[in-house]
């Protein structure tokens, strides 16, 4: 019987090649488009998972309540307090730490010079206490010498060719030689842990200054990870290290907490951290997208097969009259929609693996997609078991319904009900899409505003360029590097600052002192060190008072303060002139910036303390003149191999930075424009059954309306209306949901667009200008047909 049905289901799909196409292909489609967005959110929300005790390793969480008003929450903690946990906390069955370099390290291999960002200074215990394989060495004895080092397979291809060639090899990281004694393979895509570079901190400490340093309780250097003894309380825990504090920091002021590893990749809220973090709101939008694309391409699917359902009636109709049961009719139709769903899979599947590098591209992600994956199976599973379900039931149900005398009376076959059903699954589709429509709108609307909002400082032409660690105390040569710069005439002008001005995360409390201030009001402010010849670069806008000048030697104390200092300090006026002691220097208020961005977007400006202090300054700016911009580059670089001959040249425009701080949002929005477009294209082969069926049903009354004198453009309009109406039912549904689901992800930002109607408008007239094309495809088609055709078999 099996057999039979299958045969049936392959002459059908011969007989209507472009109905079958339609289904199978909008289902693979859909399915494709599902299945990448799952992998991605699979991704997200596995994140760490995958290590064997994950279950048991929480990294230590330290808050520090500044003031009553304040408090800053620190990923990083003493490198001592892991020690004494080890020793004193009965609970703690193991630990292990990582610190990353403060700027990428300089290695050298041979004659060749690279810059490496992805480096981690850990533990020894490290490869023990995390899930990492090894393809050369022992974790047991990689960090046996303080200058042993741990390579990624693809960073050893790319120092070195291939693995087994690294081992035993020297290399030189800044003034250090170190000894290759281990490759691992490339952590997964869900791993916090993407360091390429791993050294022992035994490296680290082997430098008296740093030892002394980091063995302070009072410096926040490390990421600090606690593995558990089974059946652990984790508050008890907390409380047992925020006791370590009170007893060996004399701190009353620092709680420390323990934060699951799984929690990691989502956490918020931190001062500082070195590990990448995601958006939980954004996953949870692009799943229920993933998940509605799926949805989409199940009712195109019931669409397009209810839509042929008449052409099989008499099929139903003859083999009821000679003994079918319903049953075995349902079974034959629930057997054509598996196999369609099964061809679909296949294309699914080919589809995934061409796809699937691009998307890795795009996302700089690595998403494997191999079935013996627990995960990828599920999606796979889930996935086609819920397109079965959708896409299988109701037309079977539909089509083994029909009775026998009806169908050979040539009754009408699909009544209101169905017909009301059918619409209502359009209304459906394309709420779904115009509500994605105008997300798409919306997210790159926001974008566009960030762009092209004021940031307070001018970055056209401006690029940076970071001093090596060791580099950027040598203040001769600094200077020097500045002078020779400043000589060039393809260089508009030369500054440095302490951190870069686009992503300043210097946040300093307790360093400030003036006149009427409370004695328990320490707020956070940030500190960026400047020079006099940083206005004019950056054209920052000067409300009162003046710049700092090189000619005024007591303005090394001074400072400025931006707008949002002001209020935060709760300063009279005059601000300009009053005495303020900023770091232990006693100086005064010289002068009041307008406030500008040094963060993203997603955070609110903050209370600013700009001041003079060379010692401090790193990072360097060049603005380059708008017409020599190659030259000054290919000039900057020479100056700088001349200088820093064992340092690699690197630079950045400042728009590329500014860019990068909003790269999760521009890929939301290309990824949210994608699948907007996959979701309209498959509502509308939906639609597109739809309209078929109407012109199907219709046949006879459109050959009479043209026999009595109706035109194609009335015709056209009068099976179009149906559909314009559908749209517009959509529409008003789909307006408020959108508004609701962009009003939570706008809420992320500090500085937002504001969503006009204008943008609901936009989406909704793109909804309908595409309706209208795929529905007049079919309604020019019938009115333009001959009437005599559809009248003969009256």
């Given at each position: 019987m ?26 693979a ?12 959110v ?6 760490d ?10 990294r ?30 009965p ?33 020894s ?29 693809s960073?050893?291809?790319?120092f ?15 003034s ?8 691992v ?12 570079l ?6 680290l ?61 989502f ?61 075995r ?7 054509e ?45 889930g ?10 039931i109701?037309p079977?149900?539909l ?8 169908v050979l ?9 169905t ?11 394309f ?9 798409t ?50 260089i ?6 302490s951190?870069?001005?686009?992503n ?39 409300l ?15 400072v400025?303060?931006?707008?949002k ?7 009279k ?21 307008k406030?500008f ?10 209370p ?8 401090w ?13 190659s ?79 109706a ?26 949901l ?19 109607g ?14 209208l ?14 009437p ?7």
């Amino acid at each position: 019987m099996l057999k039979n049905h299958i045969k049936i289901t392959f002459r059908n799909l011969w007989r209507n090649k472009m109905y079958s196409g339609l289904n199978i292909g909008g289902l693979a489609l859909g399915m494709t488009a599902s299945i990448l967005l799952l992998l991605w959110v699979q991704n997200e929300l596995r994140f760490d998972a995958y290590h064997q005790r994950a279950d048991r390793i929480y990294r230590v969480t330290n808050t520090l309540q500044i003031s009553p008003q304040d408090s800053w929450v620190w990923s990083n903690s003493p490198l001592v307090l892991g020690d004494f946990a080890q020793k004193q906390i009965p609970e703690v069955e193991k630990v292990a730490r990582f610190q990353k370099p403060w700027s990428p390290l300089v290695v050298r291999i041979n004659h060749e010079l690279f810059k490496e960002p992805n480096a981690a200074y850990v533990d020894s215990t490290w490869f023990e206490f995390f899930d990492y394989q090894f393809v050369m060495g022992s974790p047991k004895v990689v960090f046996k010498d303080y200058n042993s080092i741990v390579l990624t397979q693809s960073k050893a291809k790319t120092f070195f060719g291939d693995a087994a060639s690294a081992i035993g090899q020297t290399i030189r990281l800044d003034s250090t030689d170190y000894v290759v004694k281990g490759i691992v393979r490339d952590n997964p895509a869900q791993s916090s842990f993407q360091f390429d570079l791993m050294l022992p901190i035994a490296a680290l400490l082997k430098n008296p200054g740093n030892a002394a340093n980091d063995r302070q309780w009072g410096n926040f250097n490390y990421q600090l990870f606690l593995q558990l003894v089974p059946g652990s309380s984790t508050k008890a825990v907390g409380a047992k290290l925020t006791k370590l504090f009170r007893t060996y920091k004399k701190d009353t002021h620092t709680i420390a907490s323990l934060l699951p590893l799984t929690d990691i990749h989502f956490a918020k809220g931190f001062q500082r951290d070195e590990l990448a973090s995601g958006n939980e709101r954004t996953t949870q939008i692009l799943g229920i997208v993933g998940l509605l694309i799926l949805i989409i391409a199940c009712i195109n699917y019931v669409n397009l097969s209810t839509a042929r359902a008449s052409t099989r009636s008499k099929e139903v109709g003859v083999k009821k009259l000679i003994g079918a049961e319903r049953g075995r009719l349902f079974g034959q139709f629930l057997t054509e929609s598996l196999v369609f769903t099964l061809l679909a899979l296949g294309l699914t599947l080919a589809l995934v693996e061409l796809l699937l590098p691009f998307f890795n591209d795009f996302t700089k992600k690595h998403f494997v997609f191999t079935l013996s994956d627990p995960g990828v199976a599920g999606i796979l599973l889930g996935t086609m078991l819920v397109t079965i379900f959708l896409s299988g039931i109701y037309p079977a149900l539909l089509l083994s319904s029909f009775q026998p005398i009806q169908v050979l009376k040539g009754n009408q076959l699909l009544g209101t009900k169905t017909t009301h059903f059918r619409k209502a699954l359009v209304v459906l589709q394309f709420t779904i899409s115009i509500t994605l429509i105008i997300g798409t709108l919306g997210i790159f609307k926001q974008l566009h505003f960030i762009q092209t909002h004021d940031p307070g400082y001018s970055r056209e032409g401006v690029f940076s360029l970071e001093l090596p660690s060791d580099e950027f105390r040598n203040r001769k040569d600094r200077e020097a590097f500045k002078t020779q710069l400043r000589t060039l005439t393809s260089i508009d002008g030369v500054t440095a600052t302490s951190l870069p001005l686009e992503n300043n995360p210097n946040s300093m409390s307790g360093s400030l002192q003036w006149k009427g201030k409370a004695e328990d009001f320490n707020p956070t402010v940030s500190a960026l060190s400047v020079e006099p010849e940083f206005q004019p670069i950056f054209n920052l806008k000067l409300l009162e008072g003046r710049w700092f000048s090189h000619a005024v030697r007591m303005d090394t104390a001074n400072v400025i303060l931006n707008e949002k200092a002001v209020k935060t300090l709760g300063l009279k006026p005059p601000y300009v002139g009053q005495s303020i002691t900023f770091n232990g220097r006693d100086g005064q208020i010289i002068g009041i910036v307008k406030d500008f961005h040094f963060r993203n977007f997603h955070e609110a400006i903050a209370p600013a303390v700009l001041f003079y202090d060379l010692s401090w300054q790193r990072t360097f700016y060049v603005k380059a003149s708008l017409t020599n911009t190659s030259r000054a580059l290919a000039e900057t670089e020479k100056i700088w191999k001349r200088l820093y001959p064992d340092q690699p040249f690197g630079y950045h425009f400042m728009e590329e930075s500014f860019q990068r701080l909003h790269e999760q949002e521009q890929q939301t929005g290309i990824l949210f424009n994608l699948f907007a477009t996959i979701a309209i294209l498959i509502s509308c082969l939906g639609l597109f059954g739809l309209a078929t069926y109407t012109v199907e049903v219709r046949t006879k009354e459109i050959g009479i309306r043209k026999v009595l004198g109706a035109s194609v453009f009335h015709i056209s309009s009068l099976i179009s209306k149906d559909f314009v109406v559908l749209v517009l039912i959509a529409f008003a549904m789909a307006s408020p949901l959108a508004w609701y689901a962009l009003d939570r992800w706008l809420e992320g930002f500090a500085y937002r667009a504001s969503l006009g109607g204008l943008t609901f408008g936009i989406g909704g007239l793109i909804a309908l200008v595409i309706a209208l094309v795929t529905v007049s495809t079919q309604a020019i088609r019938a009115a333009n047909a001959d009437p005599v055709k559809s009248l003969k078999s009256e």
